[in-house]
């Protein structure tokens, strides 16, 4: 039997609908997910394994059509990348918007040499003549190999999609051992479901002005077995912004420590204790070796 092996990367604009596909292709969720753009900050490698093939996921950021940040110029530069190392390129749109794409990607996208799909999401939302309508303003706007109407939230579409991925698979020997799910450590994992929690708690700018550092994780025992003690900072960029995020009394930070502390028990499978602090760093998101340190540039 023939193995085959191949990165598939998925990438559109923010809000879309990536990190619902990668989770539906997945059966699990390993990509955060919330109603808020600019979710997902990295591009998140996640692997799927059967014993005739391997494929290789990419999560990428939404792409920002004017970043204001040195960090979203890198959000930019990790969803660009997506489409000089792919074997199979997914370009994601959401059928409620209007068809637009900008001239950067589009001039990007006329290079690409590998099997290039077209996916049109929350089709649950659109009727049949909306859809075909716009699958001829793409057909005209793009050169890809196939266009795929799915809804990725009721998994609507997803198994064509997963054979139609099988299907055009390079032949190859796994990239990863076929006992790994992620080329992220569970640290990174931990960041991202309190990244999660304070998106769906805080709104306005402070969502997008936090990043979180896991700086303590070593398992251990308690009265009750085995437990995870999980320390991590909250950065944000303005003094007022860590006053909103402890809350009154404190109350803010403990309901997201709670929150968050639950989610990670689901993703660790084990019991944790977590602490969480608010540190201010003022501009974060513009300097340099505070954005190597988090691992937005190298």
Known sequence: MKHKSGFVNIMGA????????????????????????QTTRHRI??????????????DTPGVIDEPGYKMQEAMNSFAYSAISDADILLLMMDVTRPPVITEALARKLKNVSCPFFLIL????????????????????????????????LNKVGTDELMSLIIEHLPEGQAYY??????????????????????LELYHQEIPYSAEVVVTEFKSGESRKGPIVRIAADIIVS?????????????QGIKQLST??????????????????????????????????SYGYLH
């Open 14 to 37: 923010p809000n879309v609908g990536k990190s619902t596909l990668l989770n539906a292709l997945l059966g699990e969720k390993l990509s955060i997910i919330t109603n808020k753009p």
């Open 45 to 58: 490698i996640a692997i799927v394994n059967e014993e005739d093939y391997q494929i290789v996921f990419s």
């Open 121 to 152: 999401n929350k089709i649950d939302l659109s009727s049949p003549k909306e859809i075909s309508q716009l699958t001829d303003w793409w057909i005209d706007e793009l050169k890809v190999d196939r266009i795929i109407a799915i809804s990725a």
């Open 177 to 198: 051992p076929k006992d790994q799910f992620s080329d992220r450590s569970e640290r990174f994992f931990v960041s991202e479901i309190i990244r999660e929690k304070i």
């Open 238 to 250: 303005r003094k007022t912004q860590k006053s909103i995020i402890i809350g009154k009394k404190g």
């Open 259 to 292: 929150l968050s502390r639950q989610g990670i028990e689901d993703f660790l499978q084990e019991h944790v204790y977590l602490e969480l602090y608010v540190k201010v760093k003022e501009k974060w998101r513009d300097d340099e070796r505070s954005l190597k």
